[in-house]
């Protein structure tokens, strides 16, 4: 099972949708999760962190589930713009002092 | 400005060539991480250093070294034991593990 686990999507959606993306992940002593952006043949940009009570950046809201071992992010309102690729990024705390990063959701918004 | 600075942002490399890719920060974060990106996939970890004079291996070292003697500095070294260099390779800086790292904007490898 890999560390960090994405739906690699494309998620083909229309202008002003809503979307999900889920994320599991294997190590329960996980301590730090994030949602990244990457737009094509360009690096990953923190778009948020990931907090136990959930927390909300204007459209979008990345949600915890601690029992079950996911992470959400909802993007509400969709634009053209949001249209990228959505890496969900934990701190598996398995010895290795570094982040895992999951492959990416892709997220097509459509006129 | 604060930053990472990777260059160059294209490279390309013969057969048997060792070749350096620079990565500078200056936004005083003790970490600093390779990652290898090939095209449709994941980021994979190649080294990260988490202190001065000190790194590890990540997930896909081989053909690869890197040095940390300076804080700001962490560039990393494909050696011609790299048999399919070619990649986006990506570095990241971060004050420590459990913290979100800061990316460069990228070296484009190839082989010619």
């Known amino acids: 099972r890999k560390e960090v686990e994405q739906d690699p999507g494309p998620f083909n959606v229309p202008e002003g949708a809503t979307v999900a993306f889920n994320c599991t992940y294997s190590?329960?002593?996980?301590?730090?999760f994030f949602w990244y952006r990457q737009d094509c043949r360009k690096e990953p940009k923190l778009l948020m962190s990931?907090?136990?009570s959930g927390n909300e950046d204007g459209r979008f809201t990345a949600q915890l589930n601690r029992a079950s071992q996911y992470i959400s992010l909802l993007i509400r309102d969709s634009k053209l713009s949001d249209s990228a690729t959505y890496l969900c990024?934990?701190?598996?705390?398995?010895?290795?002092?570094?982040?895992?990063f999951g492959s990416g959701t892709r997220l097509q918004v459509q006129p | 400005d604060g930053g990472i600075t990777q260059s160059p942002k294209y490279l390309f490399r013969k057969e048997g060539q060792n070749v350096t890719l620079s990565c500078e920060q200056n936004?005083?974060?003790?970490?600093m991480y390779w990652y290898r990106q090939d095209p449709g996939q994941g980021l994979r970890l190649i080294y990260y250093?988490?202190?001065?004079?000190?790194?590890q291996k990540g997930d896909i070292a081989e053909g690869y070294s890197v040095s940390r003697e300076k804080k700001e500095s962490f560039p990393l070294t494909v050696t011609s034991a790299q048999k399919n260099p070619t990649a986006f390779y990506l570095c990241?800086?971060?004050?420590?593990?459990?913290?979100?790292?800061?990316f460069g904007d990228g070296t484009r490898l190839s082989i010619l």
């Open positions: 990931v907090y136990s």
């Open positions: 936004l005083n974060h003790d970490a």
């Open positions: 190590n329960s002593a996980s301590q730090s």
């Open positions: 990024v934990v701190n598996t705390d398995t010895g290795r002092r570094a982040l895992t």
């Open positions: 990241a800086s971060g004050v420590r593990e459990i913290q979100p790292q800061h």
């Open positions: 250093s988490q202190i001065v004079n000190d790194f």
